[in-house]
């Protein structure tokens, strides 16, 4: 379904993503992890067409992402969600005109300027708002709502573009871990129960242990780990990490695979 | 969901807020709509009133809009030798008006910033009389230039010193406004810093707020020029020197000295666009140090 092939984006002399290649087959969960500067978001940005990539390919369904352009362009960007981990609303907008924002692409430009959507589409709205929990937020403005509720209007405005991918750029990141588990097992349930491939950017190992079915290690622009969550090893993680035997996994909320303590005193935690 | 705990409709929620929000939908709409006719009405009766006031009618007039502007151009055209020459001859009572304009704004933009940080909220030295202030502004924004202008000439006879007075009054109040609201979008975290190692209210304005304006300030300073530049021509008419002066005499003799019109009309333009060009220089300066 999805193919990546050679890509590379060089800034100046250096090269953020550097000649990398991977496939992923039916709608998986993939985490892609790594320290900050090792081109996670960059990769995303270039699959979302908001950085061009310098060489290299991205097929889907068979077909080059990387060379569309105009509006064939836009219509990619339109059948690919991305979620931001500054969320990227318009503050001064209310819930329901930002999440209709995610249709943009299909609806005409005098139409969206004058804020004339169809009842249809306000009501679908207001479902996926239902469905993620926040549909009494719908008549406020962006900007009153917390960083975990505005993050899932994110989310709700990435599933009214109903994409075939989903792309999350450490969507917890500015997050409490209240709100980061609430917005992850949302971004989880999307994957699970429409059946949307979900790839996301994540800065912490248990996260991306707790929900992918596939993690990526990105080091310095490059693939060095790709493989099941049950892979991650302590070694494999200080590699990924670029750090020594003293490499501290707590530095990260890493906990050893075969150690179960920080997660359960995680749950507990989440429990309490 | 409170709600969904009362009964046996656990999708009442939904349906209020479902209702609800298109209830707000349709009342914005109404409002919106409301508001476009009342704006084409007020066009239409506007332009009804205008058009009966007129001494010809609107649309008859129309084609002769070019007919002055055209006469003008092609005579320059025709006699196209000389305006080399007539820039030359004008260039000293260009740099006369510039001169006029260049003092006014620097002692208008002077008081302004000044007049700007005692008028602005939660950063004024005197939180109360920020109302006199603003009500000072906008004296100064609400008398014409040219009627203070006038009134100098009268007192102080003729020459530069009138039109600088009236053009810096006039631009002390208007820069100071738009001082004033860039001040307002200020971070105030700055001048907490400040104020938390013991900084007076000077300091705490030329350190805290000064380097976060001045990159807008000075855009807003130097469009102010530009409009100078052109209020001072315009003070030239009535008798304060400089390119106005030969632009009133140019126009006034009419045909046959419209050769020295369009050479005054591009010594003002080139100067607009060195003033444009001065400002981005500027402005990128600033914003971003002194390797952009």
């Not at chain 2, 009342?27 to 409301?34: E, Q």
């Not at chain 2, 502007?69 to 305006?83: F, H, L, M, T």
């Not at chain 2, 102080?156 to 009236?166: C, I, S, Y």
């Not at chain 2, 006039?170 to 001040?183: C, M, N, P, Q």
Request: net charge positive; proline share 4%.
């Amino acid at each position: 379904m999805l193919e990546v092939r050679n890509v590379t984006r060089v800034f100046g002399q250096k090269a953020a993503v550097d000649d990398i290649s991977f496939t992923v087959e039916g709608p998986a969960f993939v985490g892609i992890i790594g320290r900050s500067g090792a081109g996670k978001s960059t990769f995303l940005r270039i699959m979302n067409r908001l950085t061009d990539a310098s060489s290299g390919q991205i097929l889907v369904e068979g077909r080059d992402i990387l060379a569309l352009r105009g509006s064939a362009q836009r219509q990619w960007q339109s059948d690919c969600a991305m979620i931001f981990q500054q969320f990227n609303l318009v503050p001064r907008m209310d819930v329901v005109s930002n999440v209709l924002h995610g249709i943009l692409n299909r609806r005409s430009t005098v139409q969206t300027m004058f804020n004339l959507w169809s009842q249809a589409d306000i009501l679908r709205a207001l479902s996926i708002l239902d469905r993620l929990g926040i549909v009494e937020q719908a008549p406020k403005r962006a900007e009153a709502l917390s960083g975990g509720q505005q993050q899932r209007v994110a989310i709700a405005r990435a599933l009214m573009q109903d994409p075939k991918i989903i792309l999350a750029d450490e969507p917890i990141a500015s997050l409490d871990p209240m709100n980061a588990q609430v917005v992850m097992d949302t971004l989880k349930r999307i994957n699970v129960e429409d059946g949307r491939m979900v790839i996301a950017n994540l800065h912490t190992l248990d996260t991306a242990r707790r929900y992918c079915d596939r993690v990526i290690g990105m080091r310095d622009g490059r693939i060095v780990f790709d493989g099941t969550p049950a892979q991650l090893s302590t070694g494999v993680a200080r590699d990924i990490y670029g750090a020594d035997a003293s490499f501290n996994e707590a530095a990260t909320s890493t906990a050893i695979p075969a150690d179960h303590g920080p997660d359960d005193a995680y749950a507990a935690k989440m429990l309490a | 969901m409170a709600d969904t705990a009362f009964g046996p409709h656990p999708d009442r929620g939904v349906r209020q807020v479902e209702t609800a929000y298109l209830d707000l939908v349709r009342r914005r709409r109404m409002y919106g709509g409301i508001l476009l006719i009342v704006f084409v009405a007020m066009m239409a009766a506007g332009f009804d009133l205008a058009q009966s006031r007129n001494a010809g009618r609107v649309i008859d007039g129309l084609p002769m809009v070019l007919s002055f502007p055209s006469e003008v151009i092609s005579e320059a055209w025709d006699k196209r030798g000389n305006i080399p020459a007539l820039l030359a001859e004008h260039l000293p009572s260009l740099i006369e008006t510039v001169n006029i304009a260049a003092v006014s704004t620097l002692l208008g933009g002077l008081a302004a910033m000044v007049l700007a940080l005692l008028s602005t909220r939660g950063l004024a030295r005197w939180p109360r009389l920020t109302p006199v202030f603003r009500r000072l502004m906008d004296a100064t924004r609400a008398i014409p230039e040219i009627v203070i202008a006038l009134m100098l000439i009268y007192i102080l006879g003729g020459g530069p010193v009138p039109a600088v007075a009236a053009i810096a009054l006039h631009t002390a109040g208007a820069l100071g406004k738009l001082f004033s609201e860039v001040a307002e979008n200020a971070d105030l975290k700055p001048v907490e810093g400040l104020t938390s190692v013991g900084a007076g209210w000077g300091q705490k304005m030329w350190l805290g707020i000064i380097p976060q304006v001045a990159p807008n300030w000075l855009s807003y300073g130097l469009m102010r020029f530009e409009i100078n530049v052109r209020a001072s021509a315009i003070l030239g008419f009535v008798g304060s020197g400089g390119i106005g002066y030969d632009l009133k005499i140019a126009m006034q003799w009419g045909q046959g000295r419209y050769d020295q019109v369009v050479a005054i009309f591009l010594l003002l333009f080139a100067t607009i666009v060195a003033i444009d060009r001065l400002s981005d220089h500027a402005r990128a300066r600033l914003v971003k140090g002194r390797n952009a």
